[in-house]
Nanobody
Framework: QVTLVESGGASVQAGGSLRLSCTAS????????MGWFRQAPGKEREEVAR?????????RYEDSAKGRFTISQDGAKDKVYLQMTNLKPEDTATYYC?????????????????WGQGTQVIVSS
């Protein structure tokens, strides 16, 4: 079993920055791959970024996050961060930390086994 707890959501002005944190606990082998999803009001959940536990090359990003967001993890691999810069109103969403065993595979929400409760990000213009 894996537990994920997010923090760091807030209300910010467009152009601002935020860093979301996710603290993971439980079986390390079940959370070799961790990532972030988001869900805007009235829209489906979409993957933002993912990172493999033993990765030396950084994360993988969806187009909406490339160049503005950075996913990283701490040395103990129990925390995953999402640094968000140049935030736009369209980034407004609830952000979820997710985990699964392997990083290969599609980005569909159904392919991620573990989910946090979410943290809200509101970006005003």
């Amino acid at each position: 079993q894996v537990t994920l707890v997010e923090s760091g959501g807030a209300s910010v002005q467009a152009g601002g920055s935020l860093r979301l944190s996710c603290t993971a606990s439980g079986d390390p082998d079940s959370r070799m791959c961790m990532g972030w999803f988001r869900q805007a009001p009235g829209k489906e959940r979409e993957e933002v970024a993912r990172i493999y536990r033993d990765s030396m090359s950084g994360g993988r990003y969806e187009d909406s996050a490339k160049g503005r967001f950075t996913i990283s993890q701490d040395g103990a691999k129990d925390k995953v961060y999402l640094q968000m810069t140049n935030l736009k109103p369209e980034d407004t969403a609830t952000y979820y930390c997710v985990a699964r065993q392997f990083c290969v595979g599609p980005s569909s929400p159904a392919n991620w086994k573990y989910w946090g409760q979410g943290t809200q990000v509101i970006v005003s213009s």
